[in-house]
C-alpha cells in the first residue's frame, strides 16, 4: 500500500513531507510552505498530495499536535475527499500548546530557583519578562467588557477601527459586536480590517445582538469578505479559544523556545573557551582523563565482545561442506545404468563403494581445514581484544590440539546392492528365457 507522510512542529516550524517514502522533489509546491504554520497553508495538503501522489487512496502518517492532525482531516472533509480514500492517522502526537506552555513557566521557575554561574537570570529576566509577563490581546469592536476577565487575556474595546490604525493585530483575535443601531459602522469597520496586511480571517468572530436575523446577518458578513463568518455567543468560545491556542499562545511558545536556544548557545560558547584555557592550563591532567578515557572505551568493547560470544553461529562453509557431500552422494542415486552380466553388476558395486569413501574422505579433510581456519579466526579476534584493552599485555591463546580426525570406513554393501538390482526382459525374447539387470 502506497503511504505518505506529514510532520510539523508548529513551535519550531519545522515541517518534513515523504510522498512514497522519498524526499520532495526539487521545486515542489511544498518548498513554499515548509517555514510556515501548518495552519496557513492546510486548505492546500490535500491538493498538494493529489499532485505529489498521482491521485487520491493513500495512506498518510501525520506527525503533531492534535489540532493540527483535526484540521489535516477537515481539510480533506472539505473537499469531498472521504476517509477510505485518504486514510489519515496520527503516528505520533506533539504536545498542544496549553502543555508546552506550563513548561515554559516551569522552566522560568527553575531556572529563577537554581541560580547557575554561567547564567544570569536577573539580567535575562530584564530583557525578557515582557514577554513572560504580559498577556495575550484581545480586541472588541464595541460591546460590552467581560465581567470576569480571564488573566492571560487583555481585553480592549474600541468604538471604531479607526481607533486601531497603529496597533499592531497579528494573531490578535478580533470581535464585532453588531446590533441594528451600529449596522453602517459595522459594515465600514469590518471593511477596514479585512484591508489590513497583518489580519487574517480566522482572527475575526462576530456576536449578533439577539435583536437581529442572526442568518441575514452571516450572509451579510460573507459577502463582505469573510466566506465563513465564525459568530460566536460569548467571549470565551471554543473557536476564540482554539484561535489563541494555536496562534499567540504557539507563537510566544516558539519564541521562548528561539530566546532560550540563544542562551544556551551564549553558555555554550563560555564553556568552549574555557575548556580551551583548561587544556592548555592543565595539559598533563586532559591527557591522564583522555587516556583513561580511551582505556575505560577499550574494556567496554572487549566486555561486549565477550557478552556477544554466547551468539556465536557456526560458519556457513560447515552447511556448504556438508552439502556438497550429499549431492556427490545424489548424483550417483539418479543413475539408471542397464548393466548386462554378474561382472559389469560387481564392478559397478564397487565403483558406487569407491566414490562414497572418496566423498566421505574429502568431506573429513574439508571440515578439518575449515575446523582450523575458524580456530585461527577466534584465536586472532580474542587476540585483538585482549591488546586493545590492554590490560593483560602477556596474553597469548592456550594452544589447544584439534580433535584428532579418525578416518571413517564404510561397511561392506556390496551385497546389498546387489539385491537393489532390477531384472528386465532382453529385447526379442519372446519365451523369457534371457534376463538384464538393471541397477
Not at 66 to 75: G, L, N, Q, R
Amino acid at each position: 500500500m502506497i503511504s505518505a507522510e506529514l510532520s510539523h512542529n508548529p513551535y519550531l516550524l519545522n515541517t518534513t513531507v515523504k510522498f512514497n517514502g522519498q524526499a520532495p522533489k526539487i521545486n515542489s509546491q511544498i518548498e513554499k510552505y515548509e517555514k510556515l504554520p501548518l495552519k496557513d497553508w492546510v486548505h492546500l495538503v490535500p491538493e498538494i498530495y493529489y499532485n505529489e501522489m498521482n491521485g487520491y487512496d493513500f495512506n498518510l502518517y501525520f506527525i503533531g499536535t492534535k489540532s493540527d492532525y483535526e484540521e489535516i482531516k477537515k481539510a480533506f472533509l472539505v473537499k469531498g475527499i472521504s476517509e477510505e480514500d485518504v486514510r489519515i492517522s496520527h503516528k505520533n502526537e506533539i504536545e498542544d500548546a496549553d502543555t508546552k506552555s506550563k513548561e515554559v513557566d516551569a522552566l522560568i521557575s527553575w531556572l529563577k530557583n537554581t541560580p547557575n554561574c554561567k547564567f544570569d537570570f536577573d539580567a535575562f529576566w530584564r530583557e525578557t519578562s515582557d514577554l513572560f509577563e504580559s498577556s495575550y490581546p484581545f480586541i472588541l469592536v464595541r460591546g460590552s467588557l467581560p465581567t470576569n476577565m480571564d488573566s492571560l487575556l487583555s481585553f480592549e474595546r474600541v468604538d471604531s477601527a479607526t481607533e486601531l490604525k497603529n496597533t499592531d493585530l497579528t494573531s490578535t483575535p478580533i470581535v464585532f459586536y453588531i446590533e441594528e443601531k451600529t449596522k453602517p459602522e459595522f459594515r465600514r469597520d469590518l471593511e477596514a480590517i479585512l484591508k489590513r496586511h497583518d489580519v487574517r480571517k480566522e482572527q475575526l468572530f462576530f456576536m449578533i445582538s439577539p435583536e437581529l436575523d442572526r442568518a441575514q446577518v452571516t450572509r451579510v458578513i460573507s459577502d463582505l469578505g469573510v466566506e465563513k463568518p465564525q459568530v460566536i455567543e460569548n467571549y470565551n468560545d471554543d473557536s476564540v479559544m482554539m484561535f489563541i491556542r494555536n496562534y499567540p499562545i504557539t507563537e510566544f511558545i516558539r519564541t521562548a523556545i528561539q530566546l532560550f536556544r540563544s542562551e544556551v548557545e551564549k553558555i555554550s560558547d563560555i564553556l568552549d573557551v574555557e575548556n580551551k584555557e583548561s587544556k592548555i592550563a592543565n595539559a598533563e591532567v586532559h591527557k591522564e582523563i583522555e587516556e583513561l578515557e580511551s582505556d575505560l572505551n577499550a574494556l567496554k568493547d572487549a566486555d561486549d565482545f565477550f557478552v556477544q560470544r554466547d551468539n556465536y553461529e557456526a560458519p556457513y562453509i560447515f552447511k556448504e561442506i556438508q552439502q556438497i557431500l550429499i549431492e556427490q552422494l545424489l548424483k550417483w542415486k539418479s543413475r539408471k545404468t542397464k548393466i548386462t552380466g554378474e561382472n559389469e553388476i560387481k564392478a559397478f558395486a564397487q565403483d558406487y563403494i569407491y566414490l562414497v569413501q572418496s566423498e566421505i574422505d574429502r568431506f573429513i579433510s574439508s571440515i578439518s581445514a575449515a575446523y582450523k581456519d575458524e580456530w585461527n579466526s577466534i584465536c586472532k579476534d580474542f587476540s585483538v581484544v585482549y591488546a586493545n584493552a590492554g590490560i593483560d599485555t602477556e596474553y597469548f591463546p592456550t594452544d589447544i590440539n584439534l580433535p584428532a580426525v579418525y578416518p571413517i570406513t564404510i561397511p561392506e554393501i556390496k551385497t546389498e546392492l546387489l539385491k537393489l538390482t532390477i531384472y528386465e526382459e532382453a529385447k526379442n525374447d519372446f519365451f523369457g528365457f534371457l534376463k538384464k539387470r538393471v541397477m
